[in-house]
């Protein structure tokens, strides 16, 4: 009587299999993104969501099927990086740092599907087409009207160098990056990206005209 006690209570504890597909989800959520693609395995997403294996394998028929269902980007994710080239271009760099720095390290249902992607992308060819096609779809596509025919090559330094710090502050974990507050890296690399994706003749072509008039003046 005590072991159909135990499995009636254990088989209550869910409410239905929409919330336990969801908490499986979840749970490979956070592990990929903490573990990578390779540290993570079904046994251990199971026990995170507190189900059996089986459960795992019934809602996605392989790790492969649940890394790309993990790998879904929320479109509020999306939609800060379209809204970056909306504002003044002599402040692009600033926003397309804290643009990367809250994609990456802001609220969970957004960084850890990127986080396991970034991850995932040094091991499976699924997770860096998907890390590729993202960085394009953002950052190469927005640039490229601006920046003229060299707005690849720009677009892609920009990118490699932000990539870059995300690797070395969230999968390397350099403590002067972790350490680091996200202001002061935003003033740090900000005029950096800013140099590389607002070319300098653009930057003098905008600097208003009085001012050459103004100087003929004091001649």
């Known amino acids: 009587m005590k072991k159909e006690s135990t499995a009636t209570t254990r088989r209550g504890r869910r409410p239905g299999p929409n919330s336990t597909r969801q908490d499986v989800l979840d749970a490979a959520r956070a592990r990929f993104a903490s573990d990578g693609f390779a540290g993570t395995t079904i046994r251990l997403v199971a026990a995170d969501a507190g189900v059996d294996v089986a459960q795992v394998m019934q809602f996605y028929r392989s790790k492969d099927e649940l890394f790309a269902a993990v790998m ?37 249902e957004e960084s850890d599907p990127l986080m396991a992607t970034l991850r995932g992308a040094f091991v499976n060819d699924q997770a860096r087409d998907q890390l590729r096609a993202f960085i394009e779809s953002r950052l190469l596509a927005g640039t490229a009207e601006r920046l003229g025919s060299d707005a690849g090559l720009r677009s892609g330094l920009a990118a490699s160098l932000l990539v870059g710090l995300i690797v070395g502050r969230r999968v390397i974990g350099v403590p002067t990056l972790v350490a680091a507050q996200a202001d002061e890296l935003v003033s740090i690399i900000g005029p950096a990206i800013q140099k590389i994706l607002v070319p300098e003749e653009e930057r003098c072509a905008e600097q208003p005209a009085e001012a050459a008039s103004g100087g003929r003046q004091g001649r």
């Open 72 to 108: 879904a980007i929320p479109g509020s994710a999306l939609e800060r990086f379209d809204a970056l080239y909306e504002g003044p271009d002599e402040h692009l760099g600033e926003r397309v740092v804290r643009a990367f720095l809250t994609a990456w390290e802001g609220i969970a």
